[in-house]
């Protein structure tokens, strides 16, 4: 079979590429090695973390703050078989909707897994050892990222769990030891936290969310504490052992001591790894970096001139939306296009209650580049809407050139700051000011008026209701 173009792995990048190729006449085959479509994201990622993350802050509501609101419920229970069963029916929805949009946009799918035989010819070998090669002008190679681990805690995926397993399990733990205080540890922590389990993270840098807005995880570290959250920073974790009913984890804390965690599952997230096994890149001569990734230009081509690579297998954030628009980057390009995508501006969320969310230079990057910045910022309990609904915590926090007053960087952390941000990203990306955004009318009563009041401060005018 002979196409214009085959794409390797269908998460976001590689399906949405695979569909950017079709709409624009490119003949597309997208192979993927795993029974359903849509990656890491729609099967063990995005999609199925932020159900359980909306049944787990429903528990929760409903357990602290309904009486508040003057509702009361007897007999609240978690019926976690439940929970899992509603997560998995709206994954396979979600990779139903790709099946269907794959079908639609007339994109062959190869189930098997994809290696090089040469640049040219891709050979998929299905479950049962089957070889069929497909011929091709172009490949993308999409084929993401794995979970990370270190020396000595080495996921048994019973016990010492990674986010895969800590999306599948069967009962609230008693207690759960986190290593890694980041996204997913943040995120999977908080759902379990939620349902009634004592949720303890060990965390190697000096705060949560180390690479965001140090004030964001500031923020974050007194909002999870409340929520029963315990954190053990600068913590350097040097063994877990699966004792047959828990885990005990064995680590050297901020004074260097030996100290013994006891907890019934460990989960292991220190980030992830780009994964290229079984690919075959040797076969057409391209090696990855130090940390396994795919090298490319910036038009994202390895150094096979017609040899893509784009997601979480090239550098960059490890995000489905920017996996998605080097998807489309690729397709564009050799469709003739002349696209653009802003890598300075990629969004990034951390979808804890409230949210956490940021765009562009962080405070701490602005100091290392000796940019003369100012800073505007609103907390949210100062808003009607955030006591209207008893989300009192966060706030919006902008960075500003002091000279042209252009905005540089937006973090909040606030109620629904997962959909606030992209009033920021669309700001930054026309290269807004924070006069700008504060003459511009906000709808009242909205979360959205911490960002108008943020920005009035960052002007140097004062904020109206503070
Ligand atoms: P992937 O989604 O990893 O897809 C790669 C696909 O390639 C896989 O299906 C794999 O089976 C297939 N493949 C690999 N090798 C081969 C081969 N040789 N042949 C055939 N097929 C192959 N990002 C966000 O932006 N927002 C979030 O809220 C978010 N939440 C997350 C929550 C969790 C728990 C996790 C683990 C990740 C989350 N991410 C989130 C990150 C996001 O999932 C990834 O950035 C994104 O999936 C990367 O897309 P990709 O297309 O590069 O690769
Ligand atoms: P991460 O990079 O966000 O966090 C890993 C954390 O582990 C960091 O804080 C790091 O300092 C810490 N760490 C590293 N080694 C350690 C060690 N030995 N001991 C203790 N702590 C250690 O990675 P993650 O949370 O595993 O997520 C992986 C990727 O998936 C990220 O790139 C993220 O962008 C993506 N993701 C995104 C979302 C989202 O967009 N909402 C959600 C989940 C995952």
């Known amino acids: 079979m002979k196409y214009d173009v085959v794409i390797i792995g269908s998460g976001p990048g590689g399906y949405v590429s695979a569909i950017r190729f079709a709409q624009l006449g490119f003949k597309t085959a997208l192979i993927e090695k795993y029974n359903t479509l849509g990656g890491t994201c729609l099967n063990v990622g995005c999609i199925p973390s932020k159900a359980l993350l909306d049944s787990s802050e429903h528990y929760h509501e409903a357990a602290h703050n309904f009486l508040k609101h003057g509702i009361s419920i007897d007999n609240l229970k978690v019926d976690m078989a439940k929970m899992?069963?509603?997560?998995?029916?709206?994954v396979s929805q979600t990779c139903d909707g790709i099946k269907y949009l794959m079908d639609k946009n007339k994109i062959e799918v190869h189930?098997?897994?994809?290696?090089?035989?040469?640049?040219?010819?891709?050979?998929?070998?299905?479950?049962?050892?089957k070889d069929t090669i497909l011929e091709t002008t172009y490949v993308v190679i999409a084929t993401g990222s794995k979970p990370n681990f270190f020396p000595g805690m080495v996921p048994d995926k019973k016990r010492i769990?990674?986010?895969?397993?800590?999306?599948?399990?069967?009962?609230?733990?008693?207690?759960?030891?986190?290593?890694?205080?980041?996204?997913?540890?943040?995120?999977?922590?908080?759902?379990?936290?939620?349902?009634?389990?004592?949720?303890?993270?060990?965390?190697?840098?000096?705060?949560?969310?180390?690479?965001?807005?140090?004030?964001?995880?500031?923020?974050?570290?007194?909002?999870?504490?409340?929520?029963?959250?315990?954190?053990?920073?600068?913590?350097q974790v040097k063994n877990v052992e699966n004792t047959g009913k828990g885990v005990k984890v064995t680590a050297l804390n901020k004074k260097k001591e030996e100290v013994t965690f006891e907890a019934d599952y460990c989960l292991v997230a220190v980030g992830r790894k780009p994964y290229t096994t079984g690919l075959g890149l040797e076969n057409i001569g391209?090696?990855?970096?130090?940390?396994?990734?795919?090298?490319?230009n910036h038009q994202l081509q390895t150094?096979?001139?017609?040899?893509?690579?784009?997601?979480?297998?090239?550098?960059?954030?490890?995000?489905?939306h920017k996996a998605s628009e080097e998807g489309v980057f690729v397709a564009e390009l050799l469709a003739g296009q002349k696209p653009h995508f802003n890598y300075n501006l990629i969004p990034g969320v951390v979808y804890t209650w409230p949210e956490v969310a940021a765009v562009g230079k962080t405070e701490e990057e602005l100091k290392a580049e000796g940019v003369n910045y100012k800073v505007g910022s609103f907390p949210m309990k100062a808003l009607g809407r955030?006591?209207?609904?008893?989300?009192?915590?966060?706030?919006?926090?902008?960075?500003?050139?002091?000279?042209?007053?252009?905005?540089l960087g937006v973090h909040m952390i606030g109620a629904r700051a997962a959909d606030m941000i992209m009033e920021a990203v669309i700001a930054m990306e026309y290269r807004a000011s924070a006069e700008d955004i504060a003459r511009i009318c906000h709808p009242h009563p909205t979360f959205t008026e911490a960002i108008k009041e943020a920005a009035l401060d960052a002007t140097g005018k004062i904020a109206i209701h503070i």
């Not at 000096?206 to 959250?229: N, Q």
């Not at 893509?308 to 490890?318: E, F, L, Q, S, T």
Request: aromatic residues 4%; contains cysteine.
């Open 161 to 235: 769990i990674t986010s895969t397993e800590a999306l599948e399990l069967k009962e609230v733990p008693n207690k759960m030891i986190v290593i890694g205080g980041g996204v997913i540890g943040l995120e999977l922590g908080s759902v379990y936290a939620r349902l009634g389990c004592k949720v303890e993270v060990l965390e190697f840098a000096s705060s949560i969310i180390p690479t965001m807005d140090k004030a964001l995880g500031k923020e974050l570290t007194k909002v999870l504490k409340k929520e029963g959250f315990k954190f053990h920073l600068q913590t």
């Open 84 to 90: 899992i069963e509603r997560k998995a029916q709206v």
């Open 111 to 129: 189930q098997g897994l994809g290696s090089f035989v040469d640049n040219t010819h891709i050979k998929v070998t299905d479950a049962d050892g």
């Open 303 to 320: 150094k096979v001139s017609n040899v893509y690579a784009i997601g979480d297998v090239v550098k960059g954030p490890m995000l489905a």
């Open 386 to 407: 955030s006591r209207a609904s008893m989300d009192l915590m966060g706030f919006v926090k902008i960075l500003a050139d002091a000279e042209t007053d252009e905005v």
């Open 286 to 296: 391209i090696e990855t970096d130090k940390r396994g990734m795919i090298e490319t």
